[in-house]
């Protein structure tokens, strides 16, 4: 819930939150550019959110935000797939939801990080068979990235190569009336300003 637009797609009549919602990925729940995302046998609901990524260059402990954006090495892309009936399965968990083998993905590359003025306010854009799904800009975050890599820090260290999804803007399929999940053959396409484009289609786990 890191776009103000996303936030009030939850219409609990509450102002952005005071903290930021956070889960953790296994490696194995994502692809690359240009790889299928794999639409699992449990669920027909896989859904797509396209984000800006950050990527960890420097490890730390208690990051202050005036330091925060040195520990970064590269930023990238992600298509923060999700599996959405399996995303309150428990009581109080999105875990489920968040980490089925391939269904997300990272890339289209690495691009190395020069200065805030790079990630400041990068327009960010979600495609699904080349129709405009979400449409936000890095500008309008609640949760800036100093701030995100400063709380993070406070309770788990920060390595290099740790990867940090900085959230998705308002218009992902659960959204829609009625609902637009992804089926097989579907193509998606997630961009940043100066980053690039990231690719993937749609199987079916066989």
Known sequence: MNYPDRNAEYKDGQDAPKYPSMFMRTPRSFVGHNA???????S????YEGELTLVIGKAGRHIRQSDALDHIAAITLCN???????????KFNVTQGKNFDSTGSL???LVPFTDESQIADIRLTTRVNGETRQDDRTGRLIFG???LIN???TFTTLVAGDVIVTGTPTGAGARFDPPRFLQPGDMIEVEADGVGVLNNGVIDET
């Open 151 to 153: 709380y993070l820090s």
């Open 107 to 109: 890339g289209p590359w």
């Open 36 to 42: 299928p995302l794999v639409r699992p046998r449990a």
């Open 80 to 90: 923060e797939g999700t599996i959405r009936d399996w995303t309150r399965h428990a």
């Open 44 to 47: 027909a609901q896989l859904d």
């Open 145 to 147: 990235f100093r701030y």
